[in-house]
């Protein structure tokens, strides 16, 4: 009889609601109705989040009148990529396994499609051991290989 001490309390309560029961709509009138302060708050964009944005300004895109786009990778730069995959006998899903990349993202490397990100390009080069680094200059790409040989390609603007 030692645990019941006449000196201690034991209190008895319920638990508290559950996140997900806090959340629910229920919940919710319920403590409006009851007085208490209630906040909430909503997710934004939360079904668009995506793992490589584009950091080129958008909004000053937008805001030109003239016909504007982003710049797309090169198909010279594309064509060095697949080479490289196929001489380390990869697959598109073998390297965007091996980069932890999608396969789409590098499908739309090699065809022209996507819009350069250094980490992705980075990320490709070491996979495939070869320089994949370009710059542009107005109307040229300044093209950098594995032996640090410069090519100049004209790209016609659209």
């Given at each position: 009889m030692a645990e019941s001490d006449w000196d201690t309390v034991t209190v008895l309560r319920k638990k508290g609601p559950t996140a997900a029961q806090a959340k629910s709509k229920q919940a919710i009138t319920a403590a409006q109705r009851r007085g208490e302060e209630v906040q909430t708050t909503k997710k934004w964009a939360a079904g668009q989040n995506?793992?490589?944005?584009?950091?080129?300004n958008t909004a000053k895109l937008d805001r030109e009148t003239e016909e504007l786009h982003h710049d797309r990778v090169p198909l010279e730069v594309g064509k060095v990529i697949q080479q490289g995959r196929q001489e380390k006998g990869l697959t598109q899903k073998d390297l965007a396994t091996k980069i932890n990349e999608k396969p789409q993202v590098i499908a739309d490397y090699e065809c022209g499609r996507a819009i350069p990100n250094n980490q992705v390009m980075g990320k490709i080069e070491r996979a495939i051991g070869k320089s994949v680094i370009f710059f542009q200059n107005k109307n040229y790409y300044y093209?950098?290989?594995?032996?640090?040989h410069m090519f100049i390609f004209y790209h016609e603007q659209v």
């Open positions: 995506k793992q490589h944005l584009v950091t080129k093209y950098l290989d594995s032996v640090n």
